[in-house]
């Protein structure tokens, strides 16, 4: 009997190890599919490094902020429709900077 419950934890446990590295496998193969675009994150929804002041993702505080930036798929952060004529971009702006 205990070799079959050792049986049945050690398949358990390469079950979950496999499964995990299937999760991660997928999750870099969506970031390679992803790119930075500045000045599209609502206050409080950048990914991360929202410029100074600020700390890294959830950190950036006002809407549209120039210098936070949010993962979005490739070829549409330049293309994005966003009020009062603001553009993505593929680096840091200067504009709704908060002071």
Same mark, same amino acid.
């Given at each position: *009997? ?6 049945? #934890? @050690?398949?358990?446990? @390469? #079950?979950?190890?496999?499964?995990? %590295?299937?999760?991660?496998? %997928?999750?870099?193969? =969506?970031? /390679?599919?992803? $790119?930075?675009?500045? &000045?599209?994150? *609502?206050? &409080?929804?950048? =990914? ?8 890294? %993702? +959830?950190?950036?505080?006002? =809407? ?6 949010? @993962?979005?798929? #490739?070829?549409?952060? /330049?293309? *994005? $429709?966003? !009020?009062?004529?603001?553009? +993505?971009?593929? /680096? #840091? @702006?200067?504009? =709704?900077? !908060?002071?």
């Amino acid at each position: *009997m205990n070799r079959q419950i050792l049986s049945l #934890a @050690l398949a358990s446990s @390469l #079950a979950t190890a496999m499964g995990a %590295a299937a999760v991660s496998s %997928a999750s870099a193969q =969506d970031k /390679e599919n992803m $790119e930075k675009c500045y &000045g599209v994150a *609502m206050a &409080g929804q950048n =990914d991360c490094a929202a410029g100074p002041g600020t700390t890294c %993702a +959830g950190t950036s505080k006002v =809407d549209y902020q120039g210098n936070s930036w949010k @993962l979005v798929p #490739a070829g549409t952060c /330049e293309t *994005m $429709e966003l !009020p009062d004529n603001r553009m +993505g971009s593929l /680096e #840091a @702006l200067t504009r =709704d900077i !908060p002071s």
